[in-house]
C-alpha cells in the first residue's frame, strides 16, 4: 500500500520543483521517499502514515528545548493575539537586541532579519562597505547561506579565485571570493600575504556543521583573528548554526574568540523565521539609516517571531542547561562509538554542546577533503535502518546532528539499541 508521504510527496512534485522546499529534504544524497511530517512534541516528530520518530535534527538546529514547549507556544499565542506585524518597531525588537547583546559581548549593536542567509549576505555587504574592498575569504565546506557570492567552491589551486558552485551565480561575483581549506593555518597566512589589502572580510563557521561536524583547530581560529587585526580585513563568525547551540555565548564563547561581525539565527527564533547580524558599533554605524550600506526588510523583527525566540532564549539561560545538553550529546557520541568498536565497524563521533558528528571514517575527520574520504554509502544504509527504527538523522552524510533538552537518557539508549542491531548486522 503507498503511504500518504508517498502520495503527498507525488503530488508536490507537480507544483513545487523537486517536491521540496529546500533541497536536502529531498533525500537525494540518501535515496527514498523524504518524510512529511505533521506534529512534533519533545525529542519526537510524526510522520504523514503516523510513525513517530525521535529527532535528531530538530527543524536544522532552533528545536533546542523540544518541539511545542509549553512557554514557547504560550509566547507564540500571546503575541499573536496582539498583531501578526505591523512593519514597524516594537518593544519586543529592543528586548531581542538587549538580550542578544548580553548574551555575546562582541555584539555592541545587532539588526534583526528573517533568515540566516540574509544575515550573512548583509554582513558581507557591510563588511565591504566599511573597508571600502571587494575580496571575501571562505573556507571549503562551509555554508553561509545562498546568496551570490557565498555559492562558491575552491579553484584549483589553494590561492586561486573561486569558481561558481551554482548555475545563475556570475563568474564575476565568484572571482571575488577566495576559497582557502578549513583548518589551514598556513593557507590562511599565504592568502593575507599575497592579498591582504584586498580582503574586506573572513567568514568561517566557528564549528563547521554543514560538511557534517568539523572542529576548528585553536591555532586556526586565532591565526584568523590575528591575520584579520593586522590587514585591516573584517572577521565575521557565521554563528547561525552555532549560536546558543555549543554554549550560552555561541562558539566564540567556547573557543574565546571575539569577532568584529557575527551572524545568527536558528535558536535565536525558537522555530519561527528570525536572525539578527551584530558586532562592532563603528562597522554597524555603516548600516542605513545611519551610514551608506542599504538593508531593509518588511518582516525583520516579526513579533511572533521575536516572541518564540525570547521565550527559547529564557529557556536556555536556566541554571545548567548547556551542561546537560552537552551531556546527552556525549551519552549519544559515546554509546555509538562503543557499540561501532564492539562490532569492528569503522565509525567515530563526536560532540560539541548540543550538535555532533557521525562519520564512516577510521578517525574524526578535521578538513572537508577529510570528510568527503568518508563511507557516504555506509552512512546512507545506517540512515534507513535507523529510520525503520523510528530514529530520524539529518538525510545526508555531509550534515551535523542536533540533541534538545527534550531528549531524555531512555531516548538515547534506545537510538543506541537500533544503531547496535546495524552494527551487528542484524
Not at 535515496?31 to 512534541?41: A, H, N, S
Not at 525529542?43 to 511545542?68: E, F, L, N, Q
Not at 590562511?188 to 592579498?195: G, I, K
Amino acid at each position: 500500500m503507498t503511504s500518504h508521504n508517498q502520495e503527498l510527496f507525488e503530488q508536490s512534485q507537480r507544483l513545487i520543483p523537486g517536491g521540496v522546499n529546500s533541497p536536502v529534504r529531498a533525500f537525494k544524497s540518501v535515496g527514498g521517499t523524504p518524510l512529511f511530517f505533521k506534529r512534533g512534541q519533545g525529542a519526537y516528530v510524526w510522520d504523514a502514515d503516523d510513525k513517530r520518530y525521535t529527532d535528531y535534527v530538530g527543524s536544522w538546529g532552533p528545536m533546542i528545548v523540544g518541539h511545542c514547549h509549553a512557554e514557547v507556544v504560550n509566547a507564540v499565542q500571546d503575541a499573536a493575539a496582539q498583531g501578526l506585524g505591523f512593519g514597524a518597531p516594537t518593544e519586543g525588537e529592543l528586548e531581542m537586541a538587549e538580550t542578544l547583546c548580553r548574551l555575546l559581548p562582541s555584539l555592541e549593536m545587532v539588526r534583526l532579519v528573517s533568515s540566516g542567509t540574509e544575515a550573512t549576505m548583509t554582513a558581507i555587504r557591510l563588511a565591504r562597505g566599511f573597508t571600502g574592498r571587494s575580496r571575501i575569504v571562505k573556507f571549503e565546506g562551509c555554508y553561509h547561506g545562498h546568496s551570490d557570492g557565498l555559492l562558491v567552491k575552491a579553484g584549483s589551486g589553494a590561492l586561486t579565485f573561486g569558481q561558481p558552485s551554482s548555475s545563475g551565480v556570475p563568474a564575476e561575483i565568484a572571482a571575488l571570493t577566495t576559497v582557502l581549506d578549513y583548518n589551514d593555518v598556513a593557507g590562511l597566512e599565504r592568502a593575507f600575504a599575497e592579498m591582504g589589502k584586498e580582503i574586506a572580510a573572513v567568514i568561517v563557521e566557528p564549528v563547521a556543521g554543514n560538511m557534517n561536524l568539523v572542529l576548528p583547530k585553536p591555532e586556526f581560529l586565532a591565526a584568523m583573528r590575528e591575520l584579520c587585526t593586522a590587514h585591516g580585513a573584517v572577521l565575521i563568525l557565521d554563528e547561525v548554526m552555532t549560536g546558543f547551540r555549543v554554549s550560552l555565548q555561541g562558539a566564540q564563547g567556547y573557543y574565546g574568540i571575539r569577532p568584529d561581525l557575527t551572524t545568527l539565527g536558528k535558536v535565536m527564533g525558537g522555530g519561527l523565521p528570525a536572525a539578527a547580524f551584530g558586532g562592532r558599533r563603528d562597522i554597524m554605524q555603516c548600516l542605513a539609516p545611519l551610514g551608506p550600506v542599504y538593508q531593509a526588510g518588511t518582516l525583520s523583527g516579526n513579533p511572533i517571531a521575536v516572541a518564540a525566540g525570547m521565550a527559547t532564549l529564557k529557556l536556555v539561560q536556566e541554571q545548567g542547561f548547556y551542561e546537560r545538553l552537552s551531556r546527552t550529546a556525549k551519552l549519544l557520541t559515546d554509546g555509538l562509538s562503543d557499540s561501532a568498536k564492539k562490532h569492528g565497524v569503522k565509525f567515530c563521533a563526536q560532540s560539541v554542546g548540543g550538535m555532533f558528528g557521525l562519520y564512516f571514517s577510521e578517525s574524526i575527520p578535521t578538513s572537508y577533503a577529510e570528510v568527503m574520504a568518508g563511507d557516504a554509502q555506509a552512512f546512507n544504509r545506517f540512515f534507513h535502518a535507523m529510520l525503520d527504527a523510528g530514529v530520524y538523522l539529518a538525510p545526508s552524510a555531509f550534515e551535523a546532528g542536533f540533541v534538545s533538552a527534550a531528549h531524555s537518557e531512555d531516548d538515547i539508549n534506545a537510538t543506541i539499541a537500533a544503531a547496535d542491531k546495524f552494527f551487528s548486522g542484524k
